[in-house]
């Protein structure tokens, strides 16, 4: 039997999450290894010294950035077509949406989430953060998602950021006016996939058995 490829993931984390989403779209098997932070297991950290999910481990092959991974994955198969199909200005439209989330957006998420470590408010956190909220809102007021009437990897890569962003203030955010993000972040966790990928499965250890996602029949 071929060895299959190796998944080092947390349930909760938005970049695992985007790994997951991924794989389960393309549908190649892999072996999903749940951890958890606090204790990171050695052949993990063997493979990827920097400690953090996601890491997908293909033979000597070792990606452990989420982004990465998703390329990798939806290269193999994109069943569901993320991957943008109208050439390089839409992959570039979807890259540059990626890009403002992880690099502007993320870093005034977690101040807000975490915003006793830091030395404002979190209303004011909040507040900073508003402005990828609003460009989300105009875009998705034209079109279902946000390159269009199908969802990309643009959707699939924010959308647990956005998840998490929601999870932080429910209240407020369920109130908020952003209602074309609400309707796009219902539908994400409303939708198979995400149910799919949400799915609780015990710890790994290094005497469990393979858990096999994704897998085919003989």
């Not at 606090?38 to 052949?43: I, L």
């Not at 990827?48 to 293909?58: A, H, Q, R």
């Not at 993320?106 to 402005?131: A, C, M, N, V």
């Amino acid at each position: 039997m071929q060895d299959l490829p190796i998944l080092y993931s947390f349930r909760r984390c938005p970049y695992a999450m985007r790994a997951r989403l991924a794989l389960f779209s393309s549908g190649v098997s892999f072996e999903l290894r749940e951890i958890v932070l606090r204790n990171k297991p050695e052949p993990m950290l063997l493979a990827s010294p920097k400690g953090t999910v996601p890491v997908l481990i293909d033979n000597t092959l070792v990606i452990d950035e989420s982004l990465d991974i998703m390329h990798w994955a939806l290269s193999t198969n994109d069943t569901n077509n993320w991957l943008p199909q109208d050439g390089a200005i839409e992959r570039s439209t979807a890259m540059r949406w990626v890009e403002e989330c992880d690099n502007q957006f993320k870093p005034k998420l977690d101040r807000y989430k975490y915003f006793d470590r830091h030395d404002k408010d979190q209303q004011t956190y909040r507040e900073e953060s508003l402005g990828f909220i609003n460009k989300l809102n105009s875009e998705l007021a034209t079109s279902p998602w946000l390159l269009g009437n199908s969802p990309t990897i643009a959707d699939m890569a924010i959308l647990p950021f956005i998840r998490q962003y929601a999870n932080v203030d429910k209240t407020w955010f369920e109130n908020s006016e952003f209602s074309h993000v609400k309707r796009w972040l219902g539908e994400f966790l409303a939708s198979e996939i995400f149910q799919q990928i949400m799915l609780k499965y015990p710890l790994w250890t290094e005497e469990s058995l393979p858990l096999i996602v994704n897998e085919r029949s003989s």
